[in-house]
């Protein structure tokens, strides 16, 4: 069968209408095909070396309007490369950090992209595609990806957290996305855990926040604060000049080799996770929270990573309530960077599903 044949075969077995996915990141957007069961339809497109893209990614410009334009070409050439009819499409999922004032359909402070800024990118994206375009908050987007076909599909309800330079975070009940009055809702990377005057300082520019412990910056912040005090292989491996990005992964690795404080912070991150999963589920009382991102210590197929997930397991289970404690699945998320794009068509057709019921 030609390449081409296998594409167009995988489109006629595809269940109808199809959704897109995209996925707004600082430095690239995805761009992504998915059937009504959320199956990723590959999108027909090549790298330079020939290999098959599942999804397309193209270059975050600067400028919004620019943005759009290449968003919207790039879906009128995967259309056209996999001979689908616009009209078979039930709408698009723009996934994209940050707020949009529901008012107003104007994107509100996305993070890194200060120059979107009051864009009206959903309108313009329909405008430019003819289709309807949904916003979505892009760890909601993610968050949504896990719960329909990830590691939480079945479950009724589930919170995703991701673990990264930051902290993101989506929480869905019965396919519906957690967004909140102002579009900030999940925002679980900056529940308070630490309510003293010197807690480490958040991304967001208050102390004492979850992500200020656990993601890869509050690893490090904690790895320099301990570096000084104790003998460790870490130190050895750090000077001036690496960031701190890279100090979260000298830890994974130092205590993946059994250096006994990489190990303690890794475990120390576990305690501190533990804590803001306690507020989540005494908050929402979901029946699972997944945890996706770069900084999971290797995630379920190493030794550490399991250790950190048993861990953050066990560190939960012994402040929840019984109830809780007994049925709560806390578990990796599944699907990595295509969480976001397959969330947003998702949620996009959520939004299908919810108009045509009207
Ligand atoms: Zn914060």
Not at 340 to 357: C, D, H, M, S, T
């Amino acid at each position: 069968m030609t390449e081409e044949k296998r594409l167009l075969h995988a489109v006629k077995e595809a269940k109808t209408p199809f959704f897109i996915g995209v996925d707004v990141g600082g430095t690239s957007i995805k761009i992504g095909l998915v059937d009504d069961y959320g199956r990723s339809i590959d999108s027909g497109a090549v790298n330079d070396e020939g290999v098959h893209l599942s999804c397309i990614s193209i270059r975050t410009e600067p400028h919004p309007q620019t943005a759009t334009e290449l968003i919207a070409e790039a879906i009128d050439d995967m259309f056209k490369r996999l001979h689908i009819d616009r009209s078979s499409c039930g709408g698009i999922g723009l996934g994209i950090p940050g707020t949009m004032d529901l008012v107003t359909r104007k994107l509100r402070q996305p993070p890194n992209l200060h120059s979107w800024e009051g864009f009206p990118m959903c309108d313009e994206l329909s405008k430019q595609t003819g289709l309807p375009v949904l916003f979505c908050n892009d760890a909601n987007a993610a968050a949504y990806g896990e719960y329909w076909v990830g590691s939480a599909s079945g479950q009724p309800s589930m919170a995703l957290l991701t673990l990264g330079t930051g902290i993101g975070c989506g929480i869905i009940i019965e396919g519906r996305s957690i967004d909140g009055a102002t579009g900030y809702g999940g925002e679980c990377g900056h529940l308070v855990i630490d309510a003293a005057d010197d807690a480490l300082l958040c991304g967001c520019g208050q102390r004492g926040h979850l992500e200020a412990y656990c993601s890869a910056t509050g690893v490090a912040r904690r790895t320099l604060n301990q570096t000084d005090r104790r003998e460790s292989s870490i130190r050895s491996k750090i000077s001036p000049e690496t960031r701190l990005g890279d100090i979260a992964k000298i830890v994974y690795h130092e205590a993946e080799k059994g250096d006994s404080l990489a190990y303690e912070i890794v475990m120390d991150t576990a305690k501190y996770l533990s804590l803001g999963i306690i507020s989540l589920l005494n908050t929402v009382d979901p029946a699972c929270v997944l945890l996706g991102g770069a900084m999971t210590f290797g995630g379920r197929d190493v030794p550490l990573g399991q250790r950190f997930l048993a861990q953050v397991t066990k560190e939960v289970k012994s402040r929840a309530f019984k109830a809780i404690a007994e049925k709560i699945m806390i578990d990796f998320a599944v699907l990595g960077s295509d969480a976001g794009y397959i969330g947003a068509a998702g949620l996009a057709r959520e939004e299908f599903l919810q108009v045509k019921k009207k």
